[in-house]
């Protein structure tokens, strides 16, 4: 195992079933309304930082060399920085659950330091590259444009919402900023940054090279692509400079451009997999299309609140089931569908239960596990059942959705996290550690 496998690890066996059981513990309260509040934050956090920023980071360190053929600057530096990420979002989240503000300090004080040193370890390696292959990035030749901007934006953004996150914390001990909670708007611009520029960029990002890559399919068009980068970027600065500077016409624009963009990303999208080489049964697609239909749900959102089509009395609570709904199902959807994409390269569960790695490509029904079947519907009905507990303000289906969503990431964690262990423990499969990223095999 290597030091980014070994973050993905901790993001699905760790962080993954942390969140969902906090999650279940909090549901109650989202659909009473009571989102402002410390206990909900901690749950909220354990997702953002302990599974999704997880899993992506631990990716994109295993994953660049893999894919780009470079190795990463700052390498030894990762395992440090890997403790240093996990003390401060443990901390952040205890923080938040007991209401310490000096360990939420301490927490997010750490975590944005982690976040920072990926964002450097990131760029620079992205320099590397592109002084070695020329403006694209790419080794064939080929255009990817899409895959360096998102990729790039989302990367400086997870910088940046980190350290307004760390704003905010430090501003609820001393208040330097009074104006930032009138009307929410630290927490508008805290939102646009994290949701949008980190998490929606850098799916958006990935997807472009992963899904031709693993699919054998082409991007049908990269100036689409750059359109909805720019989109969903224009969205998060309008978002920014319409909380901060309290101008309502920037914050409506922002919500509309979701819709173009969420069309044009789901048009991609939905071409590629139809074009895709091979028909066997594939869980990643099945993500993917949850993706794509989560995504036409929030663009419809968006527009509907943009054009004035839901009341003031309505706004907030329209916000709680935009933001439920992109985190527990746009972005764990596509984290997981990932998953099992990139594990036969990458990690420890097919090489546990296929020992001909090079077999991998040519089973037929390889990435659709009874197991991942299961907890592909369990989570995707989990997540519409909070919906609805939280649009109708009940508590009780709420939390029964929570508990579905939780069962179905217990049976991921499981299956991904734990399953291979006993083989290792028997003796019947070997683990090592390997210090090089991406030298799988
Ligand atoms: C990937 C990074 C992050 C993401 C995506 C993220 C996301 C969120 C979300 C969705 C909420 C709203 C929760 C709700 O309304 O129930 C929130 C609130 C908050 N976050 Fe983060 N967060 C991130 C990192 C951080 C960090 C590092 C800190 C530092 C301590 C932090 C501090 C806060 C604070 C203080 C609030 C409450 C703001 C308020 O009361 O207005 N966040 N965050």
Redesign the pocket.
């Known amino acids: 195992m290597t030091v980014g496998e070994a973050w993905v690890w901790l993001a699905v066996a760790v962080g993954l079933p942390v969140a969902a059981l906090l999650l279940v513990l909090v549901a109650g309260r989202?659909a009473g309304g009571l989102?402002?509040?410390t206990r909900?934050?901690a749950?909220?956090?354990s997702l953002?930082?302990g599974v999704?920023?997880t899993a992506i980071v631990g990716a994109a360190y295993q994953m660049s060399s893999a894919l780009l053929g470079a190795r990463l600057w700052g390498e030894r530096v990762i395992p440090w920085q890997l403790g240093i990420y996990l003390a401060?979002t443990g901390s952040?989240v205890a923080?938040?659950w007991y209401g310490s503000l000096v360990l939420?300090?301490w927490?997010?004080?750490l975590?944005?330091a982690a976040?920072w040193v990926y964002v450097a370890i990131m760029l620079r390696t992205a320099g590397r590259l592109r002084r070695r292959t020329g403006p694209t990035g790419s080794r064939q030749g080929r255009p990817q444009w899409v895959h360096a901007l998102a990729m790039a934006l989302a990367t400086v953004n997870?910088g940046l919402?980190?350290?307004?996150?760390?704003?905010?914390?430090?501003?609820?001990r001393y208040p330097l900023w009074p104006g930032?909670?009138a009307g929410?708007r630290?927490?508008v611009v805290?939102?646009a940054?994290?949701?949008g520029g980190?998490?929606a960029l850098m799916v958006v990002g990935v997807s472009y090279r992963l899904v031709p890559i693993v699919h054998g399919a082409r991007i049908a068009s990269q100036p689409r692509g750059v359109a909805v980068v720019a989109l969903v970027t224009g969205a998060v600065l309008l978002a920014v400079a319409g909380a901060l500077g309290r101008c309502g016409w920037a914050l409506r624009l922002a919500a509309a451009l979701i819709a173009p963009a969420g069309a044009l990303y789901v048009w991609e999208l939905a071409r590629l997999l139809q074009h895709r080489r091979r028909r066997a049964p594939d869980l990643n697609v099945s993500h993917w299309w949850a993706v794509m239909g989560y995504t036409l749900v929030l663009a419809t959102m968006g527009l509907g609140w943009a054009a004035g089509l839901v009341g003031p009395e309505h706004g907030e609570r329209l916000?709680?089931l935009a933001?439920a709904l992109f985190?527990a199902g746009w972005v764990v959807q596509a984290i997981l569908g990932q998953l099992y994409k990139v594990t036969p390269f990458l990690m420890w569960y097919y090489r546990a239960f296929i020992p001909d790695v090079l077999q991998i490509s040519r089973l037929p029904d390889l990435y659709a596990p009874r197991p991942g079947r299961l907890a592909f519907w369990l989570t995707n009905a989990g997540v519409v059942l909070m919906e609805y507990g939280i649009a109708r303000a009940d508590g009780g289906w709420a939390t029964a959705g929570a508990v579905l969503l939780a069962a179905g990431c217990g049976l991921v964690a499981w299956k991904l996290g734990y399953s291979w262990l006993p083989g290792v423990v028997a003796g019947r499969l070997p683990f090592r550690w390997r210090r090089r990223e991406g030298a799988s095999g």
Not at 161 to 172: D, H, I, K, P, Q
């Open positions: 989202l989102h402002m509040t909900v934050f749950a909220v956090h953002t930082l999704g920023s401060g952040l923080g938040f939420l300090a927490g997010g004080s975590v944005t976040a997870f919402v980190t350290t307004w996150g760390l704003v905010l914390a430090l501003s609820m930032l909670w929410h630290g927490l805290h939102l940054l994290g949701l980190w998490f916000g709680v933001a985190l």
